[in-house]
């Protein structure tokens, strides 16, 4: 089929084959991207109906939105031939990765983190494996596990499994189709029993234990004995892996996913998570009582009840610090620093990007409400769009403890988001969602992503931080879209996008003139063309109008606060009251980069540089890889003559953005300050090629240096 299309598909490259069809690398010709296309054999429908109930769960399974599920794309058909377009996910069959041996056990719990997490979602939406198995998992180089063929199972016909379970001699006819499978089938299954949640826990019993040990747990040289030693056997103890012998909780967690009577096992797969988790960092007990269920129905209630009362009593005593243990959990202590990575484009359509990059600006604003917070700024978590660096890194870099993942969708008037805090120093999982709401609720969406994370990390909202994220409003679906699509462009900076933002921004107004936030837009905008390279007259008039109805819609707003106090220091020069404007904004988002940045040049214009340059660090702190808020750090130790602080910072500006002109132009300024003009006069030469609006900056140079001549032909050519 290479070369061939399936609708809007190219068959690039074969990539896999299985039971459940032949898999191919294709490239979507309408939305320029990578899928994978599995191609199901004729054989797979028995009858209409087997079609018809494979394209159903299939089209089920696409309404899947987690991290660690592959995304499907589209189920169809071609002449006849159907087919399904999945997320095309590089990396290594967890399967490949076994062949080494036994992970780590740290390693080995993160992929069982998450591969739990994974079988919760989708449980909670009913959607069952039912062929889950190493080979169905994808380790990416990222170090994330992530499930392949949610929804596309076959159902073993009664005499396939006859077949498998009873031969008696090795052969290899059946191995293409179900042997790989049955080392993972739960003992209900291979009595002719319906699969469900608890046989994907069997299978993920098995997966670990596959980890854990470097080998399966159950074997056998034919189906028979394969399949008796699942249905009788208890597995072998867990040998010592390459960080000594497996703790004993996990032990108990893998021989409790692994009972043979489904009512023993874990019951949701979530429970297994929190097992897991519990072990990662380090609280689980040495070991878990055996659960005994020989108890009449009849008792569970009178059982239930005095257990109740016993906890009650313990807890309110807080035993041995019961309490906290049974009300939150083990919590690091000292999670208080976080960056929202960028949002993920599950649509796998560029255009969707707006709505993506929106969502991760919406979600620092609102989490940057949180006082107690320390939340790194748009600019600096922006780089790693699209990065594979491993998330400690990226904490490392960006000096946080946790870090917030997410992905989202928008479509048909509808939004789904998937969000994960993940502690960053062990890689463990403090919490995940999934959200499914109206665009008009999106708002109220992003507030209770901000509450959900307050919660996980233990931090006590203030009254008056509870009540701005409960009180989110509704918005006009296109209203909002008009306004992330103005954002997203002003965002880009380029003068023509900065037009077409204002463009949108505008169009939101006219939909909506109750709406702040595009108001609000509108203001940002205008002020970028006050102090772009072609200002026109009207641009902080305007700004200042349309931060003024901002703040009448709603006078908390942020955004709004911040751009009338630039307008009313920048422009007006009423220094005291942008400050008091600069700070409101700063109460309410304790956590902006920008607020501090504007609030220490107010500061250093009325000769309190003590003050200017504290709230300028916390900028950096803020957002520590802004090659403007480094260049301008560099320029008020300029100001109080620490040379030597100062040029470290431009150099730091210059190696974070070797075309950003302003590190360049503070440099140079230091190095006229110290005498030395000839590298005075070459830093200020690559600020003017990195933007020419900055060879005004040679003149006064030139002069110090006695080049008289070359200051004279500037004058000329800049008249």
């Known amino acids: 089929m290479i070369g061939q299309r399936l609708e809007h598909f190219r068959i690039v490259e074969k990539i896999g084959a299985g039971g459940m069809g032949i898999v191919y690398r294709a490239h979507d010709e309408q939305l320029d991207r990578d899928v994978a296309i599995k191609v199901l054999p004729a054989e797979s429908f028995r009858d209409p109906s087997s079609r018809a109930r494979l394209l159903r769960e299939a089209r089920t399974a696409s309404k899947l939105n987690h991290p660690h599920i592959c995304t499907i794309h589209e189920v169809g058909e071609s002449e006849g031939q159907a087919f399904i377009a999945m997320e095309f996910v590089e990396g290594q069959p967890l399967s490949a990765?076994?062949?080494?041996?036994?992970?780590?056990?740290?390693?080995?719990?993160?992929?069982?983190?998450?591969?739990?997490?994974?079988?919760?979602?989708?449980?909670?939406r009913g959607v069952v494996h039912r062929d889950l198995k190493s080979a169905n998992v994808v380790v990416t180089p990222e170090g994330r596990a992530k499930v392949l063929d949610f929804g596309l199972a076959g159902r073993l016909s009664r005499e396939d499994l006859t077949d498998a379970t009873t031969q008696t001699q090795e052969s290899t006819t059946l191995s293409g189709k179900i042997v790989g499978t049955l080392a993972y089938m739960a003992p209900e299954q291979l009595r002719g029993q319906p699969a469900d949640e608890r046989s994907d826990i069997w299978a993920l019993g098995v997966m670990l234990y596959e980890m854990a040990s470097g080998a399966r747990p159950f074997k056998g040289q034919t189906g028979f004995e394969l399949s008796s030693a699942i249905l009788s056997q208890a597995p072998p103890?867990?040998?010592?892996?390459?960080?000594?012998?497996?703790?004993?909780?996990?032990?108990?967690?893998?021989?409790?996913?692994?009972?043979?009577?489904?009512?023993?096992?874990?019951?949701?797969?979530?429970?297994?998570?929190?097992?897991?988790?519990?072990?990662?960092?380090?609280?689980?007990?040495?070991?878990?009582?055996?659960?005994?269920?020989?108890?009449?129905?009849?008792?569970?209630?009178?059982?239930?009840?005095?257990?109740?009362?016993?906890?009650?009593?313990?807890?309110?005593?807080?035993?041995?610090?019961?309490?906290?243990r049974l009300l939150g959990g083990a919590v690091a202590p000292g999670l208080r620093s976080l960056a929202v990575l960028p949002v993920a484009n599950l649509s796998?359509?560029?255009?969707?990007?707006?709505?993506?990059?929106?969502?991760?600006?919406?979600?620092?604003?609102?989490?940057?409400?949180?006082?107690?917070?320390?939340?790194?700024?748009?600019?600096?978590?922006?780089?790693?769009?699209?990065?594979?660096?491993?998330?400690?890194?990226?904490a490392r870099e960006l000096k946080v403890d946790t870090v917030l993942e997410a992905s989202a969708v928008s479509e048909a008037?509808?939004?789904?988001?998937?969000?994960?805090?993940?502690?960053?120093?062990?890689?463990?999982?403090?919490?995940?969602?999934?959200?499914?709401?109206?665009?008009?609720?999106?708002?109220?969406?992003?507030?209770?992503?901000?509450?959900?994370?307050?919660r996980a990390i233990q931090v006590k909202l203030r009254p008056e931080e509870e009540k701005r994220l409960a009180g989110a409003r509704a918005v006009n679906p296109a209203t909002y879209e008009a306004y992330l699509r103005g954002m997203f462009h002003l965002n880009k900076e380029t003068p023509a996008d900065v037009q077409k933002g204002i463009a949108y921004l505008h169009a939101a107004v006219e939909k909506d003139p109750a709406d702040p936030l595009a108001y609000a837009g509108l203001a940002l905008g205008y002020i970028a063309i006050a102090h772009g390279a072609d200002p026109t007259e009207d641009a902080m008039q305007?700004?200042?109008?349309?931060?003024?109805?901002?703040?009448?819609?709603?006078?908390?707003?942020?955004?709004?606060?911040?751009?009338?106090?630039?307008?009313?220091?920048?422009?007006?020069?009423?220094?005291?009251?942008?400050?008091?404007?600069?700070?409101?904004?700063?109460?309410?988002?304790?956590?902006?980069?920008?607020?501090?940045?504007?609030?220490?040049?107010?500061?250093?214009?009325?000769?309190?540089?003590?003050?200017?340059?504290?709230?300028?660090?916390?900028?950096?702190?803020?957002?520590?890889?802004?090659?403007?808020?480094?260049?301008?750090?560099?320029?008020?130790?300029?100001?109080?003559?620490?040379?030597?602080?100062?040029?470290?910072?431009?150099?730091?500006?210059?190696?974070?953005?070797?075309?950003?002109?302003?590190?360049?132009?503070?440099?140079?300024?230091?190095?006229?300050?110290?005498g030395m003009y000839d590298e005075a006069i070459a830093s200020l030469q690559k600020a003017a090629e990195a933007d020419p609006e900055w060879r005004w900056a040679l003149g006064p140079t030139y002069v110090a240096a006695g080049r008289k001549d070359e200051a004279r032909k500037l004058l000329a050519e800049l008249k």
């Not at 990765?97 to 909670?124: F, I, K």
Request: hydrophobic share 45%; net charge negative; charged share 25%.
């Open 97 to 124: 990765l076994l062949e080494g041996g036994a992970l780590p056990v740290d390693r080995m719990l993160r992929y069982g983190v998450q591969l739990a997490d994974a079988l919760a979602h989708a449980h909670e």
């Open 237 to 324: 103890p867990l040998p010592s892996g390459p960080g000594g012998p497996p703790p004993a909780p996990l032990r108990s967690v893998i021989e409790r996913c692994l009972e043979k009577d489904p009512d023993r096992r874990y019951q949701r797969a979530g429970d297994v998570r929190r097992a897991l988790e519990a072990i990662e960092s380090g609280t689980a007990p040495t070991a878990w009582p055996a659960v005994k269920y020989a108890l009449s129905r009849r008792r569970w209630p009178a059982l239930l009840a005095g257990l109740a009362i016993v906890l009650a009593i313990v807890a309110a005593l807080d035993v041995g610090g019961l309490r906290r």
């Open 348 to 394: 796998g359509d560029p255009g969707q990007e707006y709505f993506t990059d929106g969502m991760t600006d919406a979600l620092i604003t609102d989490i940057s409400k949180i006082g107690a917070l320390k939340v790194i700024s748009r600019t600096s978590v922006m780089q790693y769009k699209g990065a594979k660096k491993p998330l400690p890194e990226i």
């Open 413 to 454: 008037g509808r939004v789904r988001v998937t969000a994960q805090l993940i502690e960053a120093a062990t890689d463990r999982h403090l919490w995940a969602e999934s959200y499914e709401r109206d665009m008009s609720s999106i708002l109220a969406l992003q507030s209770e992503v901000a509450r959900a994370v307050a």
């Open 542 to 674: 305007r700004a200042k109008a349309a931060a003024a109805t901002a703040l009448k819609l709603d006078d908390t707003l942020p955004e709004a606060l911040l751009a009338s106090g630039f307008v009313k220091g920048y422009y007006e020069w009423q220094w005291e009251e942008a400050d008091r404007e600069i700070r409101r904004a700063l109460d309410i988002n304790p956590s902006s980069a920008e607020g501090y940045f504007h609030l220490s040049w107010f500061h250093a214009l009325l000769g309190r540089m003590d003050e200017a340059i504290e709230e300028h660090i916390r900028a950096q702190e803020l957002d520590p890889f802004n090659p403007a808020n480094t260049a301008w750090l560099a320029e008020l130790y300029r100001w109080e003559e620490r040379y030597d602080e100062a040029a470290a910072e431009a150099l730091k500006s210059i190696q974070m953005a070797p075309g950003f002109p302003v590190g360049h132009f503070v440099l140079g300024l230091v190095q006229q300050d110290r």
